[in-house]
Antibody, heavy 121, light 111 residues
Framework: QVQLQQSGPGLVKPSQTLSVTCAISGDSVSSNSAAWNWVRQSPSRGLEWLGRTYYRSKWFNDYEVSVKSRITINPDTSKNQFSLQLNSVTPEDTAVYYC???????????WGQGTLVTVSS | VVMTQSPLSLPVTLGQPASISCRSSQSLVSSDGNTYLNWFQQRPGQSPRRLIYKVSNRDSGVPDRFSGSGSGTDFTLKISRVEAEDVGVYYCMQGTHWPWTFGQGTKVEIK
């Protein structure tokens, strides 16, 4: 059974960096058949995909266009986890952030428990 | 691809059927012949949980009162007899066109 356990601060000041980590059990971040995603949810934007990392003989990243200049997703093979960093945050980045696995074409199957991140001074 | 759900709010009586519509701005038939349309349930205070993938395939453990149907751009999630545990928000999601996108959600509540 795959489990995704998230951790990270719930409060970030404007202009600073949001960081959330997702620890994986039951699968490997280096899997050749899975992709590891970050999705956020807010009342104004609904469910919004932010980006992903995946390994296919080498590491790849894809990012949503609207956050591409501010986002970094990094795998950590030593701890079997991956992380999200979002720079220069504003109150509009206030949301629940989820890590999500995609292990088959066209679908997400496992979700983390979610991390509410509030951007406020 | 824009996913449009209706209704956005659905009050239902316990034991009665419920139906949620999802329409996509483009056909969701993939070049491999599959249609990657998913349905997720989000109960209050919980993460989304997948119910249905590829239009009509129920996930393990999902009650058979949930069914998915449709093709092309028009899809439907049906609950044959609503139970109290079905309260929550239901989202359709397309996985055919990159980036994958969600509908805005349909809130199911008990009358």
């Amino acid at each position: 059974q795959v489990q995704l356990q998230q951790s990270g601060p719930g409060l970030v000041k404007p202009s600073q960096t949001l960081s959330v980590t997702c620890a994986i059990s039951g699968d490997s971040v280096s899997s050749n058949s899975a992709a590891w995603n970050w999705v956020r949810q807010s009342p104004s934007r609904g469910l919004e995909w932010l980006g992903r990392t995946y390994y296919r003989s080498k590491w790849f990243n894809d990012y949503e266009v609207s956050v591409k200049s501010r986002i970094t997703i990094n795998p950590d093979t030593s701890k079997n986890q991956f992380s999200l960093q979002l720079n220069s945050v504003t109150p509009e980045d206030t949301a629940v952030y989820y890590c999500v696995r995609a292990a088959a074409a066209g679908t997400y199957d496992y979700w983390g428990q979610g991390t509410l991140v509030t951007v406020s001074s | 691809v824009v996913m449009t759900q209706s209704p956005l709010s659905l009050p239902v009586t316990l034991g009665q059927p419920a139906s949620i519509s999802c329409r996509s701005s483009q056909s969701l038939v993939s070049s491999d012949g599959n249609t990657y349309l998913n349905w997720f349930q989000q109960r209050p205070g919980q993460s989304p949980r997948r119910l249905i993938y590829k239009v009509s395939n129920r996930d393990s453990g999902v009650p058979d009162r949930f069914s998915g149907s449709g093709s092309g751009t028009d899809f439907t999630l049906k609950i044959s007899r609503v139970e109290a545990e079905d309260v929550g928000v239901y989202y359709c999601m397309q996985g055919t066109h990159w980036p994958w996108t969600f509908g805005q959600g349909t809130k199911v509540e008990i009358k």
